[in-house]
């Protein structure tokens, strides 16, 4: 069975950086377009980056010169680093997985960006 599983969220001030980072097991993560998505309370979930398998990125416009996307397909790992955070950054943040029909999801991880 696909894992991806996430680590790196928390409370951050306005301003900071936190670095979130996924871990792939049971894929050939070489072949996936990886991404991050996050979903706020009582909004849709919505894509923030995305990076294909051969690194074209693509960044929602309200994150873009801020947050960075990257892979390491020998570690089968994708992050996310994000710099300047502001309080509507605040939701919980899940790792993608997709390949034609294949379509897979972390659990999820909390950013809170907050004084």
């Known amino acids: 069975q696909v894992q991806l599983v996430e680590s790196g969220g928390g409370l951050v001030q306005p301003g900071g950086s936190l670095r979130l980072s996924c871990a792939a097991s049971r894929i050939i993560f070489r072949i996936y377009v990886m991404g991050w998505y996050r979903q706020a309370p009582g909004k849709q979930r919505e894509l923030v980056a995305d990076i294909s398998s051969n690194g074209m990125t693509n960044y929602t416009d309200s994150v873009k010169g801020r947050f960075t996307i990257s892979r390491d397909n020998a570690k089968k790992t994708v992050a996310l680093q994000m710099n300047s955070l502001k309080p509507e950054d605040t939701a919980v943040y899940y790792c993608?997985?997709?390949?034609?029909?294949?379509?897979?999801w972390g659990q999820g991880t909390q950013v809170t960006v907050s004084q």
């Open positions: 993608n997985a997709r390949s034609g029909l294949s379509n897979y």
